[in-house]
Every structure is written in C-alpha cells, then in structure tokens.
C-alpha cells in the first residue's frame, strides 16, 4: 500500500529553531557510545526535521524491540474500546484451560491491567523461568510463578507479563496483533508494511520483535499526543491516552541519581514516564517520545547501549529549540541541507592486497579459541575471489551467508537479508569487515587472520532473541 506523507513544515513556521536541532546532531554524532540511524521531530502536527543515516533508509522496518510494547497496549486499548477484553478482569479469567494448573493466591488475583504496568507482584523479571515452567505456553509458565507481592504494589519490568496481554488480544479478537491493527490503527495512521516476530506457539511476541519504519513509530506518537484522534476520526477509546500514560506504579528509589533517570519516573500501561512528557522505548535506542507541553513528538531508531545519554542530549538541546514561530529560511535550509545528507561513516579498509591476493583466495576461517562465543553456531568462514570481486562465506548450522568485501564505501545487499557491508584489510595479513543487519540495530565485525586461519565474530550491540543471521531481518509473511 502507498504510505501518505506525514504533513511538513519549515521548522521555524512551527517554533522550532534549527540550530538546537544541529547542536542536538553534533551531539550525537560525537558521543562516542551512539550509533544513530534515524530522527524524526514532529510540532504542531507537522514534520519538521527527518534523516536517516546512511545506510539506513526511510522505508525499511527497523525492529523496534521494546517499544513493540507501545503498540500491543495500543491494541489492548482498542479491543477494550470493543468491548472484548476489560482491564478489571483476572488474567487467569482469559485462560480456562489453566483454571486448574493456578492455585496461587496472587497469580489468580493478577488483573489485566496488573499485566499492562508491569505491577503482576513479581519482585523480577521471569522470563527464563515461565520458559522453563512451560517451553511451550508462556502464559501458562507465567501463570504458574507465585508473585512474590500483592498485584499492583510492585513495578517489575517483566516481559511474560506483555507478552500474556498481547496473548488476551489475540485470543479475544481471534487474530494475530498486526492483522487486527491493520484496519484499526495501521491503515488509518497511513502505516505501511510491518512484521512482527512470533514464538513456537504462532503468537506475535507483544513484548518486543516488532519491525516498523520510523516514520510508523512517529504517526503512532501523534496519535497518543492528539489523544487518540486522527484527522477527525477517534481511533483509540476516549481517556486511553491520560490511562495509559499516567503512573501506574512507582519504580524510582528515592535517590538523587534516581531523579534524573528516565527509567525511575514511573510506568504507566506500557508506557514510560519520562523527566519530560512520557515515552515508548526499545533497546539500543528506538524511542517514541512524546512531550504534551510542547506538542511535539521525536521518534529515533538507534544502535547504542547509553539509552539515557541519548535522552540527555534530546533535553539538553532539542528542549529548548522549542519556542515560538520565527522567520529563519536560510536556518531552515541549511538543515534540510544535514539532514538529507546523514550518514554513518563505513568502517575502514584496503583493498585485497596484490601481492598476498593468492593468499587469501579461497582461504579458510576457523573460529578463534575453537567456539564462536558471540554467535556459536557460526563456524567457518572463506574468502573468495571471482569476476564480481571479493566474497566473505559465513557458515552457520549448514547456512551460507555470502556478503561482498574490499569494496570503498557500503555495499548495500537488498536481498531476503537486507545487509551493508564496509570495511576490508587492515594489512597483508588481516580482513576485517563490519556487516549491518539493515533491519535491526545490529552489526556484526568480523575480522580473519591468514597467518593462523583464524576468526572472531563480534555483536557491539548483542541481538536479544539471539536469532541466526540468516534470521536478523524482518519477519516475511506476517505483516
């Protein structure tokens, strides 16, 4: 389906003034711990600065991880818009089937809306345990964990407990959660294609694994700053937004350092609170930030573990270019300008050296130490030459993953795993190439050394499904 635009501005028509925004840019393009791959900065309704960093591009799905849990609640909020689901209920009261497995107290007392905020009187997170309890129903391997507290007086980030509400969705309306979002929520907001990872069960994960453009993640901010209205149309039951994005439960601990986290402001349903305005939040950077007293909204995709830097850097200097209208074309252009053009610089390399070029055709990689530690089931790697160029093999369990080498600049694959690769050798003896996983936030360097036929593999930022790379992409078939 066509995707219609997001309505645009000059960032200064909407109060915005445009050397915050670059101030903001250098920021984060110095901070050595952030790798940003897109921005979004909407006001007043309009889009008023986008880029993405190259090779990352507006149309292709970046998996969103935990900001996935924005938009399951935003299902949950339709469905009991509907009438099928209430937040009062017992969890258990959605499951019969378990009714006899459930004799804890507490885990029968758990209400819905305990499993939205993270309140299910689990003093930490469960997910290994309710896997172990039950590999093959995590509702039930939830259901079975006797909650150390009463419901509702605890905050544990929890994933079984959104991955049982994205559970209640799906059995009440009978769907999985993207199916029934498409004529709901997708196709109103003007969302195009996204994808959504599944377990052994069939059921879309809820908790994370969700693949969306940045752009659908700024339209879904939008809706909750316009309280669930769009283009005239209600979309989300009226009072969802000030439900969801209030606090719920307390999770700060009283400290200094606790008041200037974002993670200690409170938790609404499956919403953050934040030191400003309240937020949708996925590992490694993928934000939804919302800001009511400056109407705006700021979507990133990121790959980073300094999640608070980021956010230190937007209200250090996006904050306060939030202002009144003004009249600064020349500004305005000038950040057009920056923003068409970011990239991500590629990683360095040589080319194929001539005179060890016989060398390091057709050689062969076993994993340094024996075992790949950060990818175990990568164990081999070759390097080859033919009329196209250099070509780095990635054996793992039997699968090949051939990406090309030694070329300047990315080399961008868009095949059924979108990949770009940069980097080649860093001398006679030694191949070391980054391959970015164009759906993800992730990279993975590899780096072979000829004299002992050797490689190491490394994630800088580690992939938390732990998929194969011939699985580091968006799911094909469940959009």
Known sequence: MSVRPLPSSDPAAQGVDAAGVHAFLDALEAAPGIEPHSLMILRHGRLVASGWWGPYTAGRPHLLYSLSKSFTATAAAIAAGEGLLRLDDPVISYFPEFEADITDPRGRAMLV?????????????????????????????????????????????????????????????????????????????????????????GRELGYSGLHATTDAVARLGQLYLQDGV??????????????????????????????RSDWQQGYGL?????????????????????????DAVIATTAATEEMQLLLDLVWRHLLPAFGPPADRRDADRALRERMAGLALPPSPGKPAPPER????AGAAFTPYGGTCTEQPGLTGVTVTSGADGWTLRLTEDGHRLDVPVGQAGWTVTDGPLPTAVSGGWADADTLAVDIRFLETPHRLS????????TFTARWPTTPLHSPPLRAMRAPRGSA
């Open 113 to 201: 809306r305990h499993v939205a905020s993270m309140s299910s009187g689990h003093e930490a997170e469960t997910l290994s345990r309710a896997l172990a309890a039950d590999p093959a129903d995590m509702v039930r391997g939830f259901l079975l964990l006797p909650p150390e507290r009463d419901p509702g007086t605890v905050f544990a980030y929890n994933q079984p407990t959104t991955y049982s509400l994205a559970a209640i969705v799906q059995r009440v309306t009978g769907r999985p959660l993207t199916e029934y979002l498409r004529p709901r929520l997708l196709d109103p907001l003007g969302i195009g294609e996204v994808a959504w990872l599944r377990d052994r069960s």
């Open 446 to 453: 590899v780096t072979c050394s000829l004299p002992d036929g």
């Open 357 to 360: 070029a016989r060398d390091w």
């Open 270 to 294: 499956q919403f953050w609170r934040s030191r400003h305005g309240y937020r949708g939040d996925g590992a490694y950077g993928q934000f939804c930030l919302v800001l009511p007293e400056h």
């Open 230 to 259: 769009w283009e005239g149309e209600r979309l989300l039951p009226e009072g969802w937004v000030a439900e969801a994005t209030r606090p719920h439960i307390g999770n700060g601990d009283g400290t200094p350092e606790g008041a």
